[in-house]
């Protein structure tokens, strides 16, 4: 009865659960539809990932393997799509240079949790605000900046760095002063005010 649209569901998605099938698709039969996944996932066309969260099979076996191996990744990309969520934590310190330390589990944080949530190997943080195309840059430099004592830094000027990565993103101070204003505590601002001494 699904099978059809559930598969192109699969395949503009990539990653998708039972939840947002259900909502998107109109389906009022649950119990077809998840005869109809069963189906799909016999054939190899979908497979799932953990409990309501299913992805799109890829034709390489090697990417398949990869992901059945890797569910962060997967859960990564459904909860981050869409400008919903961004990397936090030691991953977004070794993407921009401010650690070589990698972290056994994948922080992020998205609009798609209210509270911390652990799937797998990741841990999901709610947002300071909701996070929009606009400010999302702003959140995940300012939660940088957050937790910059909670993570090992080794790069040789960390300030340096945070201040190039401002400029180079574009990032308006005065923005970036009003959001730490709003949600981030004074320890934060000042360290933020040091780091921006040289921009005007």
């Avoid at 099979?57 to 400008?83: G, Q, T, V």
Wanted: hydrophobic share 35%; with cysteine; proline share 2%.
């Amino acid at each position: 009865m699904y099978e059809k649209e559930i598969l192109e569901y699969a395949k503009a998605n990539e990653v998708f659960t039972t939840e947002e099938l259900q909502l998107k698709l109109s389906i009022a039969n649950r119990d077809k539809m998840y005869n109809d996944l069963k189906k799909l996932r016999d054939r190899h066309l979908i497979f799932r990932y953990c409990k309501g969260i299913y992805g799109y099979e890829k034709y390489s076996d090697f990417w398949r393997e990869s992901y059945h191996n890797a569910p962060e990744e997967a859960l990564s990309i459904l909860y981050m799509r869409d400008n919903n969520g961004y990397i936090s934590g030691a991953d977004f310190f070794n993407a921009i240079g401010l650690s070589t330390w990698c972290a056994a589990k994948k922080i992020i944080t998205s609009n798609k949790v209210k509270r911390k949530t652990e799937k797998a190997n990741l841990i999901i943080f709610p947002p300071k605000e909701k996070i929009t195309k606009d400010n999302l840059r702003y959140l995940q430099f300012l939660d940088c900046l957050e937790n910059i004592n909670n993570y090992a830094v080794d790069a040789n000027d960390p300030e340096k760095l945070l201040r190039d990565y401002v400029l180079k993103k574009g990032l308006d101070v005065n923005v970036l002063r009003f959001i730490l204003l709003k949600h981030y505590n004074k320890r934060t601002q000042n360290y933020f005010e040091r780091i921006m001494t040289c921009v005007t």
